[in-house]
């Protein structure tokens, strides 16, 4: 458990996700364990999340809480209990390379989540297994229907794992001063209020409240910059507007689980920006000053501070950072 359903009623789910894996315990006659980890959450992750938004850029706590939370309070809790190695759900693969463990993408494309697992220790990652990494969603679906499991067929887990599918805006005003500003074009034009910076991302095109305005043809409006200096929001029209894209990205120190010699820079691999993007190739440059400049081949959409750059090595997983902003 990683909230407190008393900090914040009706937006979290662990009240019926405990119910299911008590149901499930049950049904294949072994013990459950709960272990609360709320305070460590609120200091290491929720703490961080907040801070971010209000700095203006757009954080992803799955990646904290699985580096902060799964792989290390509750790997170390379940080692104290004399466990031997942990077992999640998480779609990725554990392969034992000769130059140690390593993270691989899962068999199932759409469901990988190496994206998020990318921040977890070697050290932990030598304690792990991922069982449900070698099969396709539908075929776990299969296993657990034919085992009578309770929960074979329930809905997909979206959105931020202690808020689910709740009204971020509604979640965040609860935590976070928003400052209305104007909302801009690239030439500088006012055409709108935006309600405060914080509640939106690079990329966004619902709840801009843009209808109608003057001189403006019918595509539809896309944030394309945050200024948190001036707290005005940038907006450009059509979904392959120039100014969506960057050809570089900027990005903080690299999480190796496989680190490149000296000699391998600049390095020739892939990268994503986002969960479920197609892997893109980019030549990575050697640190300087704690930053590193990736150059893509092919120009990104939607670059957004806060979230992460991943890379990989065909299927393998070899390190991650966060973004720190587009290059044009």
Known sequence: KNWEQDDYPGFCAAAQDLEDAQK????????????????????????????EYAKG???????????????????????????????????????????????????DSSKDQTYFLHGIEKSALNKTLFPLGSYLKSEVRE????????????????????????????????FLLAKPGPIITPDGRVIGQH????????GQRQGLGLGGVKGADEKPWFVV???????ELMVAQGEHHPKLYAQGIICGPI??????????????????IRYRQTSQHCLLSHEH?????????????????????????QHRCIGGAQIIKAIP
């Open 143 to 174: 296993i657990a229907k034919k085992l009578n499991l309770a929960n074979h067929a329930k809905k997909d887990s979206t959105g931020i794992c202690f808020i689910g599918e709740k009204n971020f805006r509604e979640f965040l005003k609860d």
């Open 195 to 202: 309600q405060g910076i914080i509640f939106y991302t690079i």
């Open 289 to 313: 000053n704690q930053e590193h400049y990736i150059q893509f081949s092919d120009p990104q959409r939607a670059v957004t501070p806060g979230q992460y750059i991943v890379f990989y090595e």
């Open 57 to 107: 850029i757009t954080p992803n706590p799955d990646v904290l809480c699985n580096k902060e939370i799964k792989f290390k309070y509750f790997l170390n809790h379940a080692l104290t209990l004399g466990a031997d190695w942990i077992a999640t759900g998480h779609y990725a693969r554990r392969v034992d390379k000769e130059d140690g463990v390593a993270l691989y993408q899962a068999k």
């Open 24 to 51: 499930v315990c049950e049904h294949l006659d072994i013990p459950l364990h709960t272990v609360n980890f709320s305070k460590q959450y609120w200091e290491h992750v929720f703490q961080i999340f907040l801070n």
């Open 225 to 231: 910059d945050k200024n948190t200096q001036t707290n």
């Open 255 to 272: 999480h190796w689980l496989k680190k490149p010699q000296e000699t391998d820079f600049p390095l020739s691999c892939q990268a994503k």
